[in-house]
C-alpha cells in the first residue's frame, strides 16, 4: 500500500469541524453526488494532489501545540472511509499518538471500516434524508448503508458520546419541524448512545466551483437557510425530545 492520501486541499486551523481546534484534511472522491455538495472538487481528479505520510505527520507535528488542546486531525472530503485503510496505517505510522476525527457520510463499507471505528476519536455523520426515496433521490446513496455504519458507531459507546450527526436544512426541502422531529425519532429508535444532532444551515457559497468545473448547480432557486430559523428549530426540538436528544 502506498504511504499516502490523495486529497483536495487542507484547513490547518478549523474550529468547525470536530471537536477543539482542528487541523482538516479532504480527501479525494466520493460514492454520492448530494445535490448540495460544496466540494464538487472532490469527484475531479485533475483537481487532486498527493500527501504522504511523512509530510502529513510533519505537518501535525508543527501544529501540536495547539491541536493538542482537545482538538486534533479531521479527515474530511469526498468520503473519507474511502481511505480507512491508509487512515488505519497512518494512524500506527504516528504511533497511535494522535487524535482522529471523521466527517462522513458513512455511505461506504469495506473491510477496514470496524476497525477504523475503533480507532476514532470523534465522529460527525451527516445523515441527509430520512427515507430511501429522499436519500436515493438527492444523493444517489443509500440510507441504508448510514444507518448500518452509524450502528458500529453506536455500539462503542465512547465512540457515541462523540459522535454529532448532522442534518443540512435545505429551504422548501427538509425545513420544517415535522420533517425535524422525525428524523429524531429516526436516530431514536435506531440508536442508544448517539444523543448529538447539528443542524446546518443550508447556503450556496459553492456556485462558483460549480461554475468553474461547468457543473450544474440543481439548487439555483433555493436561498440560503437563515441561521435563526435553524435557532428556532434547535430550541423546539430540545423542548419536544426533552433531553432524550440533544439538538446543538
Ligand atoms: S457526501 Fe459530502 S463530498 Fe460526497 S457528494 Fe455528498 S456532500 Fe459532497
Known amino acids: 500500500m502506498k504511504k499516502s492520501f490523495l486529497f483536495t486541499s487542507v484547513d490547518s486551523f478549523s474550529t468547525t469541524d470536530g ?4 487541523c482538516v484534511i479532504f480527501l479525494a472522491k466520493c460514492p454520492l453526488r448530494c445535490i448540495y455538495c460544496h466540494n464538487p472538487e472532490t469527484f475531479i481528479p485533475s483537481e487532486y494532489h498527493e500527501m504522504s505520510f511523512a509530510k502529513l505527520k510533519r505537518m501535525y507535528e508543527s501544529m ?23 487512515i488505519l496505517e497512518f494512524k500506527k505510522f504516528m504511533n497511535d499518538d494522535i487524535d482522529i476525527c471523521l466527517e462522513t457520510s458513512g455511505n461506504v463499507d469495506n473491510e477496514y471500516v470496524d476497525e477504523l471505528v475503533k480507532n476514532l476519536n470523534s465522529i460527525c455523520c451527516d445523515i441527509k434524508f430520512i427515507t430511501e426515496e429522499e436519500y436515493a433521490k438527492y444523493t444517489n446513496g443509500s440510507l441504508k448503508k ?29 425545513d420544517n419541524l415535522e420533517y425535524l422531529i422525525n428524523l429524531g425519532n429516526l436516530v431514536l429508535s435506531n440508536f442508544k448512545n448517539i444523543k448529538k444532532i447539528e443542524l446546518l444551515p443550508f447556503h450556496d457559497m459553492c456556485i462558483e466551483k460549480y461554475e468553474q468545473f461547468n457543473m450544474e448547480w440543481k439548487l439555483k432557486d433555493v436561498k440560503s437557510m437563515d441561521a435563526e430559523i435553524i435557532k428556532a428549530f434547535n430550541n423546539k426540538l430540545n423542548e419536544h425530545f426533552a433531553g432524550k436528544l440533544k439538538f446543538i
Open 64 to 86: 501540536r501545540t495547539y491541536l493538542n488542546n482537545g482538538g486534533g486531525l479531521t479527515f474530511s472530503g469526498g468520503e473519507p472511509l474511502l481511505w480507512a485503510k491508509q
Open 19 to 22: 471537536p477543539g481546534i482542528r
Open 146 to 174: 448510514v444507518i448500518s455504519f452509524l450502528k458500529k458507531v453506536d455500539n462503542n459507546p465512547k465512540l457515541a458520546e462523540n459522535c454529532v450527526i448532522r442534518e443540512v436544512v435545505v429551504p422548501t426541502i427538509n
